[in-house]
């Protein structure tokens, strides 16, 4: 399916549940679920809610896009209907029942693909707990009520803002994945990784994205051999969360080995434990 498409179909869920909201003209506080892709370039440095965000002509996957084009549409409908409302940018989210970022993981680690490392694992990224997650969106909604009360001036106002909410620690990429591993049984040394340089991974990519047009005649892109999602394995993405914390109480719970132990178990459990036990 065309990239367009599939762009047009991701808003189009967005905006319904917006209209709804506004159509009701019950709803108070709207809080959007968006994600920390959304502002442009994939490597980031302590990025700020001030770095350029994506636009429907910017090249980049359909997720990310639909992600900011619908992250604007919820923010310029702040005070429409007497309903104000607050965008969350996430990364990527991990703990209990996550079927994504432990899930895939684990079904990487099951393929032996855990003992190929891209890069040498020196640059930084965030990730963000399930409960550090429900936190934030439980503030944000809690402030937008205040905010009908009170209003507040706008170098503390949440409402028609957008907020980076993480761990605030950042983790060198593969070092999170492998506490996942480890908690799933892995025991495997440093010294039985193989490193793949990123210009060799990249320059491979290249040419399975390259195949892939010619014979789809650009309708299919491969699932994992691509440039845009490779380049999360060796660059930097962090984000400074200074404007969460100062606006919307936003306080950090360090939880991530008890986050990731909980995923762990409760993913073995569900796909593979419990087949065990017959059921």
């Known amino acids: 399916m065309h990239a367009a498409v599939i762009t047009l179909m991701l808003m189009a869920q967005d905006n319904i549940l917006l209209g709804c909201a506004v159509a009701v003209q019950s709803v108070k506080a709207f809080v959007y679920t968006s994600s920390a892709t959304v502002v442009e370039g994939v490597a980031q440095h302590m990025a700020s809610e001030d770095t350029r965000v994506k636009t429907e002509k910017s ?22 209907a007497n309903m104000l409302t607050v965008c969350l940018r996430l990364p990527s989210t991990y703990g209990e029942r996550d079927e994504q970022n432990i899930g895939e993981g684990i079904k990487a680690m099951r393929r032996n693909e855990h003992k190929l490392q891209v890069g040498d694992n020196t640059n930084l990224c965030e990730w963000l707990s399930a ?16 905010e009908h009360q009170q209003p507040k001036e706008i170098a503390e106002r949440v409402a028609g803002e957008a907020f980076f909410v993480t761990d605030g620690e950042a983790l060198p990429f593969w070092d999170h994945f492998r506490l996942i591993w480890r908690a799933a049984g ?25 195949i892939y047009w010619i014979f789809t005649f650009g309708r299919t892109k491969p699932k994992a051999m691509r440039r845009d999602l490779l380049a999360f394995t060796f660059l930097e993405r962090t984000f400074s969360i200074d404007k969460a914390r100062k606006r919307l109480g936003y306080i950090l719970k360090a939880n991530r080995n008890a986050q990731v132990q909980a995923g762990v178990r409760w993913y073995l459990d569900q796909h593979f434990l419990g087949r065990d036990k017959g059921d």
């Open 59 to 80: 090249k980049c996957d359909d997720y990310a896009k639909s992600k900011a084009l619908a992250e604007t549409m919820v923010l310029q409908t702040n005070g429409t």
């Open 131 to 146: 409960e550090n997650a429900a936190q934030a969106h439980l503030l944000a909604v809690e402030a937008l009520l205040a």
């Open 186 to 210: 892995d025991r495997t040394a440093e010294s039985e990784v193989t490193k793949i340089p990123p210009l060799a991974i990249m320059s491979l990519a290249a040419i399975v994205e390259t």
